[in-house]
């Protein structure tokens, strides 16, 4: 069973840093690209950062590129998502996902939450 | 950035009524997919590549169209399918989500 777990979530001030993890089983993970994808409460669904299956490539959109860093260690397989100089409209739930894949993110951790707040 | 445009927003549906969402983008784009996500839950993929059904997606569900216009629909609204619909692209960066359609049942 694939299961994907996120953790590092919580509160944090404006301007400072967090890394989340998300620890994969249930399948090869050096065989498939991952992302994140976040929520802000209430709202849609945001792409924030994806990496190839070896790590080699990383993708982000302009509103993190820079201060977010995806990263993984697919000896522990497990993804990061290093978070600094975190702002208010940071805050949402983070997924980890197995993807994109030919269905696209086929697999979604339970997501963790992250608030930006002084 | 491709726009993807879902309409309506909201809507409730009876059991047993059909169900049509649109999903519009802004350029054209190679595939089509959609999400189901329950309040409080995580979203789970439910069509994908346009029109294929993800595993265990009951066959009520179907999706169809091409380059910027796609369609989701239900053939017979059951109360387990109230939820909120995205349609997402991935055929250029940065991958987008549409806004999302709240289906609720009457």
């Known amino acids: 069973e694939v299961q994907l777990v996120e953790s590092g979530g919580g509160l944090v001030q404006p301007g400072r840093s967090l890394k989340l993890s998300c620890v994969a089983s249930?399948?090869?993970?050096?065989?498939?690209?991952m992302t994140w994808i976040r929520q802000a409460p209430g709202k849609g669904l945001e792409w924030v950062a994806s990496?190839?299956?070896?790590?080699?490539?990383?993708y982000y959109p302009d509103s993190v590129k820079g201060r977010f860093t995806i990263s993984r260690d697919n000896a522990k397989s497990t993804l990061y998502l290093q978070m600094n100089s975190l702002r208010s409209e940071d805050t949402a739930t983070y997924y980890c996902?197995?993807?994109?894949?030919?269905?696209?993110?086929?697999?979604w951790g339970q997501g963790v939450m992250v608030t930006v707040s002084s | 950035e491709i726009v993807l445009t879902q309409s309506p927003t909201t809507m409730a549906a009876s059991p047993g009524e059909k169900v049509t969402i649109t999903c519009r983008a802004s350029?054209?784009?190679?595939?089509m997919y959609w999400y189901q996500q329950k309040s409080g839950a995580s979203p789970k993929p439910w069509i994908y590549?346009?029109?294929k059904l993800a595993s265990g997606v009951p066959d009520r569900f179907s999706g169809s169209g091409s380059g910027t216009s796609y369609s989701f629909t239900i053939s017979s609204m059951e109360t387990e399918d109230a939820a909120t619909y995205y349609c997402h692209q991935w055929s250029s960066t940065p991958l987008t989500f549409g806004s999302g359609t709240k289906l609720e049942i009457k």
């Open positions: 590549e346009t029109s």
């Open positions: 990496i190839t299956n070896t790590g080699g490539s990383t």
């Open positions: 249930g399948f090869t993970f050096n065989n498939y690209w």
């Open positions: 996902t197995r993807g994109p894949t030919v269905a696209s993110f086929d697999y």
């Open positions: 350029s054209s784009v190679s595939y």
